[in-house]
């Protein structure tokens, strides 16, 4: 079974994992997505980061929730490729719903792109429905953003 814990927004396997997903969205989009990194979201914004690793030990899957007003923003949620179809990626958005819920959040946002289909699938199967682009997406093209009540998550 794969452990899924908190860690700071700075570990390195994290930010390894971050360096991969960064990587595979240049390949899926010809290009870098959008200027803002993850290095570049303001720490203080991070309410939390986990962390998934297999029972080897191996980090194979990430999250984080930054704070954005009353809401919360799911970011760069991220599995390895030899970890998807496992069920991993929502699992992951199972802990950050919990953890929205936890934060008093009114709605939980994600933005991903037109590309990402597994992930457009997942999103909206867990019941997140399609919102106008927000900052600071507005210039990504491909965008797609979703939003939904923590409350009910």
């Known amino acids: 079974m ?24 240049a390949d899926l989009y010809g290009r870098p997505r959008h200027g803002a990194t993850a290095e570049q979201i303001d720490p203080a914004t991070v309410a939390v980061t986990v962390l998934a690793t297999s029972d080897a030990g191996e980090p194979v899957g990430t999250a984080a929730l930054r704070r ?3 809401d919360v923003e799911v ?19 199972d802990v950050m719903e919990e953890h929205a819920v936890r934060l008093g ?10 590309r990402q289909t ?32 923590a409350r009910s998550a």
């Not at 452990?3 to 994290?14: F, Q």
């Not at 867990?126 to 939904?148: H, K, N, T, W």
């Open 2 to 25: 794969t452990d899924v814990v908190e860690v700071p927004a700075d570990d390195p396997r994290v930010a390894a994992l971050r360096a991969a997903m960064g990587d595979e969205m």
């Open 118 to 149: 597994a992930a457009l699938a997942l999103y909206r199967r867990r019941g997140y429905r399609e919102v106008p682009v927000f900052e600071p997406y507005l210039d990504v093209p491909e965008s797609v953003c979703f939003a939904r009540p």
């Open 68 to 70: 954005v007003g009353v």
């Open 105 to 114: 959040a009114e709605r939980i946002l994600l933005h991903t792109g037109e």
């Open 75 to 93: 970011k760069r949620m991220y599995v390895v490729p030899g970890a998807r179809g496992t069920g991993l990626a929502g699992r992951l958005l």
